[in-house]
């Protein structure tokens, strides 16, 4: 079992559901959702007011989420689950979504 996202862990210790940290933030459900999930390399620098006035350092919060997902891409290097982009292809480590081993990024390089 992976570790929560530290926005997850934050929006659990208020007691908050999806749906209400959602609006709190100002962001749709989704948005929040794909934070959580890893999908997002950062916490959105519009979320910085909300979670600020919730008593948290968003730059904190920001760098505890870059260094989870580092961490995730370590667990699924050692045979965990992948990260799912929002193609739902399976991701590398910081290089977005690829396919039966095609790098797409690259493909689109050439």
């Given at each position: ?13 208020l007691g908050l559901s999806m749906r209400e940290f959602a609006q709190a933030l100002g962001c749709s459900y989704a948005a929040l959702s794909a934070c959580e999930l890893g999908h997002y ?70």
């Amino acid at each position: 079992m992976s570790e929560n996202s530290p926005i997850r862990e934050l929006r659990q210790g208020l007691g908050l559901s999806m749906r209400e940290f959602a609006q709190a933030l100002g962001c749709s459900y989704a948005a929040l959702s794909a934070c959580e999930l890893g999908h997002y390399t950062g916490i959105p620098a519009p979320w910085r007011a909300s979670i600020e006035a919730l008593g948290e350092d968003y730059e904190d919060l920001n760098e505890a989420h870059r260094a989870w997902r580092r961490r995730q891409g370590a667990n699924t290097a050692a045979g965990g689950r992948p990260e799912r982009g929002a193609s739902g292809l399976a991701t590398q480590a910081g290089r977005g979504p690829s396919c039966v081993g095609v790098d797409l990024n690259e493909a689109h390089r050439a």
